[in-house]
């Protein structure tokens, strides 16, 4: 079992910077991969990004990658996405979510392979 809580969201400037942040509680954090998710008002729920067990696999959505950064320290049991250069669309909850991959480097993008979510955090963006 894994338990997430998410953090750091809020409200920031167009081109401004936020990271949040996701605490996981249980064993072996390194055995799942991580995801980031986020669902804007009236939209679908989209993928952000995901990096293996490892950390040493990244994806990105491909229209992010050049803003959003994905990292974690298993140290901690800690996942963050670093947001820079914020757009008013960027405006969603973000979830952070984890998927039991074992040792392998497998980075998930679709959200049914994610068995543990978060509650959320709200990111706005203002214009």
């Known amino acids: 079992q894994v338990q997430l809580v998410e953090s750091g969201g809020g409200l920031v400037q167009a081109g401004g910077s936020l990271r949040v942040s996701c605490a996981a509680s249980?064993?072996?954090?390194?055995?799942?991969?991580m995801g980031w998710f986020r669902r804007a008002p009236g939209k679908e729920r989209e993928f952000v990004a995901a990096?293996?067990?490892?950390?040493?696999?990244?994806h990105y959505a491909d229209s992010l990658k050049s803003r959003f950064t994905i990292s974690r320290d298993n140290a901690k049991n800690a996942v963050y996405l670093q947001m820079n250069s914020l757009k008013p669309e960027d405006t969603a909850i973000y979830y952070c979510?984890?998927?039991?991959?074992?040792?392998?480097?497998?980075?998930?993008?679709?959200?049914?392979?994610?068995?543990?979510w978060g509650q959320g955090t709200q990111v706005t963006v203002s214009s």
């Open positions: 979510a984890a998927a039991a991959v074992g040792s392998s480097n497998y980075v998930p993008m679709n959200p049914m392979t994610y068995g543990y």
């Open positions: 990096t293996s067990g490892t950390g040493g696999v990244e």
């Open positions: 249980g064993r072996a954090f390194s055995a799942y991969a």
